[in-house]
C-alpha cells in the first residue's frame, strides 16, 4: 500500500527556522518532491530529491533517507509569505506521484 | 503567458447534469494529469496522458473521461454528476516521467448541489 504521513500543522514565528518531516511507505520509489500551496492556489514545485542526503536551494533545503523512508523541507529566515500547505510527494515510479495530506504552515508576526 | 490554464476556474451545478473541464498548456511538454483535491486537501491523482495515450487510470469512475486531442490539452468530461464530485479539479503537466516537476493550472472549483 501507499501511505505518507506529516504533521497536519505547524505554526511557527517569522525569522525563525522551522523542520516539516515526512515519513513515506510506498510500493516503489524514484525520488521526493516537495510543493507548496497557497490557499486557493495550485501547488508550486519546491524541490527533488533523489539521493540520500541535503539538498539546499536558497531559504528552502530538503533531505532525504530512502532507507529510513523519511524526508523534511527546512525552511530558514521563515516570512509571512510563507504561511501555506507543504505536500511530501514520493515519486513511486513511472509517471505516478502521490501527495501527502500536506502540512499547513502558520507564520506568526 | 500562461503555462497550464484551465477552463473554467469555477462550476456551480446540479446533480445529475454532465459537465466538462478544458485544459491547456503552452510549455510543449509530453505528458499531462487530472488531479483531485477534496476538502481534506487530499490531492489525487485520477488520470495521465503521455503523448496523448492514456497511462495511468486510478479507481475512478466510468462516469469520468478524459480526452485528450492533442499533447497540449487534456479535457475532463463528466456524465451524471454526484454531490461526492464536488473538489477542486487540477490540471498539471510536465516534461516525462519520474524525475520532472509537474506545473499545475490554477485549479477548476466544481461545486454539485
Known amino acids: 500500500g501507499q501511505n505518507i504521513d506529516q504533521p497536519t500543522e ?3 514565528t517569522e525569522g525563525a527556522i522551522v523542520q516539516i518531516n515526512c515519513t513515506y511507505q510506498t510500493s516503489g520509489f524514484n525520488g521526493l518532491f516537495w ?8 501547488p508550486t514545485f519546491l ?10 536551494k536558497g531559504r528552502f533545503s530538503s533531505f532525504l533517507s530512502r532507507s529510513k523512508g523519511y524526508s523534511y523541507l527546512l525552511l530558514k529566515e521563515l516570512q509571512m509569505k510563507d504561511s501555506a500547505s507543504y505536500l511530501c510527494a514520493p515519486n513511486t515510479g513511472g509517471f505516478k506521484t502521490i501527495f501527502g495530506a500536506g502540512t499547513r ?3 506568526k508576526a | ?3 497550464v490554464s484551465q477552463t473554467p476556474k469555477y462550476l456551480v ?5 454532465d459537465k466538462s473541464i478544458k485544459c491547456e498548456q503552452n510549455l510543449g511538454h509530453d505528458t499531462m494529469y487530472w488531479y483531485k483535491q477534496d476538502s481534506k486537501k487530499f490531492l489525487k491523482i485520477m488520470f495521465s496522458y503521455n503523448n496523448k495515450e492514456l497511462i495511468i487510470n486510478e479507481t475512478v469512475p466510468n462516469r469520468f473521461s478524459p480526452k485528450s486531442p492533442d499533447k497540449a490539452h487534456l479535457n475532463l468530461h463528466i456524465n451524471s454528476l454526484e454531490l461526492g464530485d464536488s473538489a477542486v479539479y487540477f490540471c498539471a503537466s510536465s516534461p516525462g516521467q519520474n524525475t520532472y516537476e509537474q ?3 490554477p485549479g477548476t472549483r466544481l461545486t454539485v448541489t
Open chain 2, 13 to 17: 451545478t446540479q446533480m445529475g447534469n
Open chain 2, 1 to 3: 503567458d500562461t503555462a
Open chain 1, 35 to 42: 510543493y507548496q500551496q497557497h490557499a486557493g492556489e495550485a
Open chain 1, 10 to 12: 505547524m505554526t511557527a
Open chain 1, 105 to 107: 504552515l502558520f507564520v
Open chain 2, 103 to 105: 506545473y499545475f493550472g
Open chain 1, 47 to 56: 524541490s527533488y530529491n533523489v539521493l540520500d542526503g541535503l539538498e539546499e
